[in-house]
């Protein structure tokens, strides 16, 4: 193969060009050539036709006498017969090379499912279509002209579901939708839809100050022509600048607890023991140590060094309080082999006033201990920094009566009203007391949950939970929960990567809670490990034995992914309210063979989710493995969705 088309692609968008060169090698009426055959139906076209429209203006047999030529030297220039076009007769077909052209990725990719495939080809697009040849009789002009503007809506209706599919969860690289929407205002800038389309999708990502970026844009453009922005494109705007005043407050909020100064204490570490006294491994002392080497970057205590720290004996405080002059020591036990209690205690009084319970797993020891060691240390250092600069500072009974009051309804059947009394009962307890960590966890649930059974459609709930769990763990790291919650969000957006180490993290630190249990279950069956999963959702029952619907839930989510189709209709009939868990109930039914059943969930389900298709409904499972949402989809229409 020549030169050529070594150094593919071939671009007919814009100025064209085959390779790295200027094109002036390569025939101008082949670049048209080429286009007219990736364009016309079949990508095919007789040679009458292709004689006629590139050289209307002269008599047809010296014109199929130029398709010849033209065809030969293409030919010449790639050393292959069929390297553009390919000769059938009296009928040419669009070759390999021609397809391999932006043209023709273009056209592929506008009939993908693949989002990196739609990005990439439309990303490419560097003008109008054969810009600058066109060279020829009245018919090419008008042909010319049509597939400009047929290209250029197809562009602009892919445009939109791009950014749409690209935003859906919340989740993408801001470099891409800017990539795609620059190409699109490079297009047609004075297309108010385009603008319209960035400013949602960056919006769907939290990205509000690029949302704004791309509405003054806009507006100025306007103002030149003497006009103002649509009424939907200001709605758009102050819906954006509402989301963006209220994810402001949440992760702010965390920063408005009252501090006072007050001079430095000294922190001591004791080296760590078992229960009857005895001196732990060398493993467990170094993670101690770690823990203490991890706090010396704050200034509003001091830490005292472990090396000497280590060689006090804890049953000799007169000797710790002579040579340590400690105002806070901690202390270090291990027992059952793998569990570690970490207590902070007040010298003057010898009051235990923050302790911890962690799980030192065999499985990634040492991801677990560097891990571990940071989320301890700074939940520590959020501790003495507490006691130090804001003693006077009171538990807010109020503020945890509130909290447990809308735990209780989480507790109940998955409702959305049920949901939001819930949430609202932990606004009320942050406000009264900023500092409860769990209530922003629980209200991360609450907003994950909504977005679930509201059909996925609104990114922002996803962006508001991510900022309440953000937020839980900026006030206390150590507190599972919102860790939980962070692996849960991030599940959702597609995060998995992301998912799997927050699960790990939040397991780490609660590693009895049946509620984490369950999430991190349900999060391995979407991860494609679903036997784990299923040993996980028992310990999760096991634990909590006469569990709420939100169990049953995943459980049958997890039996359908096990095939066991049965299994997951018993889970969904054990709920007292089956709609939340209906999409995986109405498929469950259809692969297990009821469709009488199936059709009557699959009605329902219609309802629930009016207008939305069975790809649409099965694409909220957020599986790794693309053949597990197509089982769903596939059950679903089996029921009746189309």
């Known amino acids: 193969m020549t030169e050529c088309a070594d150094r593919l692609p071939l671009r007919l968008f814009g100025l064209p060009s085959c390779g790295a060169a200027d094109g002036s090698f390569f025939p101008s009426k082949g670049f048209a050539l080429i286009a007219a055959l990736l364009l016309a139906p079949r990508q095919s076209l007789s040679r009458q036709v292709t004689a006629s429209l590139l050289w209307g203006e002269v008599e047809q047999k010296r014109a199929l006498g130029n398709l010849r030529q033209l065809i030969l030297r293409l030919q010449k220039l790639t050393g292959e017969p069929e390297g553009f076009v390919v000769i059938a ?54 042909w010319l002209l049509a597939e400009r503007r047929r290209l250029k809506d197809m562009f602009y209706s892919g445009y939109v579901q791009l950014l749409e599919d690209l935003s859906r969860y919340g ?39 690029e949302s704004n970026r791309v509405f003054r844009l806009l507006s100025r453009q306007l103002s030149v022509e003497g006009r103002a922005p649509e009424a939907a ?125 962690i799980l030192l797993s065999e499985r ?54 049920r949901l939001r009394r819930a949430r609202s009962l932990f606004r009320k307890a942050i406000d009264l007391d900023r500092g409860l960590a769990t209530a922003r966890a629980r209200i991360a649930q609450t907003l994950q949950l909504e977005w679930l059974m509201l059909g996925g459609g609104d990114p922002h709930l996803l962006h508001r939970a991510k900022a309440e769990a953000d937020a839980s763990i900026d006030i206390d790291p150590a507190l599972g929960a919102g860790h939980w919650m962070c692996a849960v969000i991030a599940l959702y957006q597609r995060d998995f990567d992301r998912s799997a180490e927050k699960f790990f993290e939040a397991e780490a630190l609660a590693p009895n809670s049946a509620d984490l249990l369950l ?11 679903c036997e784990t999963a299923w040993s996980k959702f028992q310990e ?48 469950s039914h259809a692969l297990h063979g009821d469709l009488k059943s199936a059709h009557a969930c699959g009605a329902r389900l219609q309802e629930i989710y009016p207008g939305m298709s069975a790809k649409e409904i099965s694409g909220l499972s957020p599986d790794r493995d693309t053949q597990a949402t197509e089982r769903f989809c596939h059950a679903l229409r089996l029921a009746g969705l189309r």
């Open 89 to 142: 007769g009296s009928e040419l077909r669009a070759g390999e090379l021609s397809r391999r052209s932006d043209l023709g990725l273009f056209l592929i990719a506008m009939k993908s499912e693949s989002v990196p495939e739609r990005l990439s080809a439309m990303k490419d697009l560097n003008g109008e279509l054969l810009d600058g040849i066109e060279a020829g009789d009245e018919s090419y002009y008008l």
């Open 171 to 209: 989740r993408a690289r801001t470099s891409d939708i800017k990539d795609l929407c620059e190409c699109a205002f490079r297009l047609d800038p004075d297309r108010e839809e385009i603008y319209r389309a960035a400013m949602a999708a960056y919006a769907r990502v939290g990205n509000v100050d």
């Open 233 to 357: 494109t200001l709605a758009l705007h102050r819906r954006v600048e509402s989301l963006s005043k209220g994810l402001s407050d949440v992760e702010h909020g965390v920063d408005n607890l009252p501090r006072k100064s007050s001079s430095k204490p000294r922190v001591a570490f004791l080296k760590p023991t078992y229960l009857d006294g005895l001196p732990t491994g060398p493993i467990v002392q170094a993670f101690v140590e770690d823990i203490a080497n991890s706090l010396v970057r704050f200034r509003t205590f001091c830490v005292l060094a472990p090396h000497s720290t280590f060689l006090v004996e804890d049953n000799v405080p007169e000797k710790r309080y002579a040579r340590l002059r400690a105002d806070y020591h901690v202390v270090s036990r291990v027992f059952d082999q793998s569990k570690l209690t970490v207590a902070l205690v007040e010298d003057a009084s010898g009051e235990i006033i923050w302790s911890l319970e």
């Open 364 to 417: 990634r020891m040492h991801a677990a201990f560097r891990m571990l060691s940071k989320q301890v240390a700074a939940s520590l250092a959020r501790e003495i920094e507490r006691l130090q600069l804001d003693p006077e500072r009171s538990h807010q009974g109020e503020a945890y009566s509130q909290l447990l009051e809308g735990q209780q309804l989480l507790n109940g059947t998955c409702e959305l009203p």
């Open 519 to 529: 999430q991190h279950a349900d999060a391995l069956a979407h991860f494609g490990d």
């Open 540 to 587: 999760a029952i096991d634990l909590n034995p006469l569990a709420p619907d939100i169990y049953w839930w995943a459980g049958a989510s997890i039996a359908f992914k096990r095939e066991d189709y049965g299994e997951a209709v018993q889970l969904c009939q054990r709920m007292d309210n089956d709609e939340p868990a209906l999409r995986v109930l109405t498929a």
